[in-house]
């Protein structure tokens, strides 16, 4: 381990000053946004006044899922024996996921002017199904910035030899501060410094560790064996269903997250927000190679020349700080530094995302929604404000106090992609489901997944699914077997299409059953079927009184263009028939 490096101190308090006063300046820049429109503040903060433009929110949502985990995670795969680029799913997974949802889930929900990712269920599933739906995805938010954040603190420990619980404390104030003061505007201005840090402090150590003398050629070592397995990797038979049921996860998994929609509803038309999510597809590409470069080089790299010592990562258990020790044992001291700056970056524009995005649920969707509907604008900003303290402390406490950290975030991430992705199918697709089929859909896939088990978390599976397997897994330091049940069976993605199936199949049947009087209206006590949510008018400006809200998604781009349509929900007459197309309804209207 090295000392203190006064340089490297000093280039990350220049890094976070920068970061800080970016954020303040974005602050103070859109302080006054919307107020001549009338938009109120609340939904400025969320969604950043609905105008952020193509250059901004292009590197806003590149960097939402260009994190530390990001990063880390694909120099990891490709280093590691037995997996390589083959198992390096994620960024392949995650620009998938950003063309998926910009083909099929940016246009409808941006058109329909929502401010979260939870109205529409609370729209048509109503406020309590809503408040069960906002469990998993607060878990996943919350988790994965203690995820993100707790590897910066590993990172800085590899790089610099100082107090790890300090320097995360600090990173997360300054993401906690500067989100507190400007809200989206603030996340989404330091995202564009944060992912130029990142691009530039990566690219730049990438030459110096190609050209290290204990680093042999990559592209030798990725087809054959020198210090270690090919870094190129490969799928076995037997992993097979395991490989398309992970890549599933990231794929479709990776949409129903409020940090993608805050930026998709913050686009100044439907259009614009599928443009941008091309755009971060694109990004989430480019960013991923210099990691793929560190973890072939890692894997190509003769360690017992370098100052690490002869044991490699992998066999110290450290596979998973590869890009790190890259930086700090292949790179001179001033090139690390730019590394860490880069890694410092990751991790801080994925942390005030997900802290935002949180309190942007909480503040709306259960505060103002379901408990509090004449809250005033000034109360809802104000219990953003608490909650994204509260939300920011709970992350940086776990960070520094849970140790199962990444196995709470994998499965917090695995109910996103079974519980609330066939939901947000179901509501936006399928005309006729209702709350009793969401109930049962949310049921059905919390048992599937849970009884798959979670080794992270040491959870013992309930269900065995076919193929499984007994294996015993042996501490690199400590020498202890653990035996572990191993599920060969993509049960994830199939507890997922069950969970939509279920949706749709006790959806109908709770139809027929109270429409066809076999069921007396009394027994209807979601009033789901016989007096439904969706007709209640929960929300003055994006929840207006009708199932289907088809706006013409073709409207012009121009800024501010939510209060354009905050101004056409109360008018009918801009309303299109039902079962009938906006250019088919003898009232339509396109918004000049």
Not at 35 to 42: F, I, K, L, M, P
Not at 450 to 473: K, N, T
Not at 494 to 511: D, Q, T
Not at 545 to 572: C, G, H, I, Y
Request: charged share 15%; hydrophobic share 50%; net charge negative.
């Amino acid at each position: 381990m090295t000392g203190i490096h006064v340089e490297g101190l000093a280039a990350i308090a220049l890094f976070y000053v920068l970061i800080l006063a970016v954020g303040i300046w974005a602050a103070w820049k859109n302080k006054h946004a919307g107020e001549a429109e009338g938009t109120d503040r609340s939904e400025t903060i969320m969604v950043g006044g609905r105008d952020i433009g193509l250059f901004v929110g292009g590197f806003t949502m590149t960097a939402t899922w260009v994190g530390g985990g990001y990063i880390n995670g694909t120099a990891e795969y490709v280093y590691l024996p037995g997996y390589g680029l083959a198992w390096a799913q994620a960024p392949f997974g995650y620009a998938l996921s950003l063309v998926v949802g910009g083909l099929f889930f940016a246009k409808p929900m941006r058109s329909r002017g929502y401010v979260t990712m939870l109205d529409p269920f609370q729209q048509k599933y109503g406020k309590r199904m809503g408040g069960l739906l906002f469990i998993p995805a607060l878990m996943g938010e919350i988790f994965w910035s203690a995820a993100i954040l707790s590897a910066l603190g590993a990172t800085l420990s590899v790089i610099i030899d100082i107090n790890i619980k300090m320097s995360v404390v600090i990173s997360a104030c300054i993401a906690i501060f500067y989100t507190l003061v400007g809200g989206l505007y603030s996340v989404a201005y330091t995202d564009v410094v944060q992912l130029f840090c990142i691009f530039l402090g990566l690219w730049v150590s990438v030459p110096f560790a190609l050209n290290n003398p204990a680093v042999s050629d990559i592209k030798i070592s990725a087809v054959k064996e020198i210090y270690q397995a090919p870094w190129k990797g490969n799928i076995k038979r037997e992993d097979a269903w395991v490989w398309i049921d992970n890549f599933c996860l990231l794929m479709l998994g990776g949409i129903p997250w409020q940090v993608y929609f805050q930026r998709v509803l913050s686009a100044s038309s439907a259009t614009y927000a599928q443009v941008l999510s091309f755009i971060a597809a694109a990004g989430c590409l480019v960013m991923a190679v210099p990691s793929v470069m560190i973890g072939a080089i890692g894997a190509s790299t003769d360690w017992n020349q370098t100052a690490y010592g002869p044991v490699p990562p992998k066999e110290r258990d450290q596979a998973d700080m590869i890009l790190p020790i890259v930086l700090q044992y292949l790179c001179p001291p001033f090139v690390s530094f730019f590394g860490l700056g880069a890694v410092s970056a990751a991790v801080m524009s994925s942390a005030d995302s997900s802290i935002l995005s949180a309190s942007s649920m909480f503040a709306r969707n259960i505060y103002q929604l379901a408990f509090r509907q004449s809250a005033s604008d000034t109360e809802i900003v104000w219990v953003m404000r608490v909650t994204i303290f509260v939300f920011g402390g709970l992350a940086t406490a776990m960070a520094l106090l849970t140790g199962t950290v990444y196995g709470l975030w994998y499965l917090s991430s695995d109910l996103v992609y079974v519980i609330i992705f066939p939901q947000l199918i179901s509501v936006l697709f399928v005309k006729g489901t209702n709350t009793y089929g969401s109930v049962a859909a949310y049921v059905f896939g919390l048992i599937l997944r849970i009884g798959g088990g979670e080794p992270y978390l040491s959870i013992p599976p309930f269900i065995y699914y076919p193929g499984w397997q007994l294996e015993d897994r042996i501490h690199h330091l400590t020498g202890e077997v653990e035996h572990i049940v191993v599920q060969k069976f993509p049960f994830k993605t199939v507890s997922m299409l069950a969970s939509f199936l279920g949706n749709v199949a006790f959806s109908y049947l709770a139809k027929y059953l109270f429409e066809s009087g076999k069921l007396l209206p009394k027994y209807d006590f979601l009033d789901a079927v016989l007096a439904q949510h969706s007709i209640e008018n929960m929300d003055k400006t994006t929840l207006v009184n009708r199932n289907d809200m088809a706006l013409s998604e073709m409207a012009p781009v121009k800024p501010r263009l939510s209060v354009q349509l905050a101004a056409t929900f109360t008018r009918r007459d801009t309303l299109a028939e039902e079962d009938s197309s906006p250019e088919d309804s003898p009232n339509h209207k396109t918004l000049d």
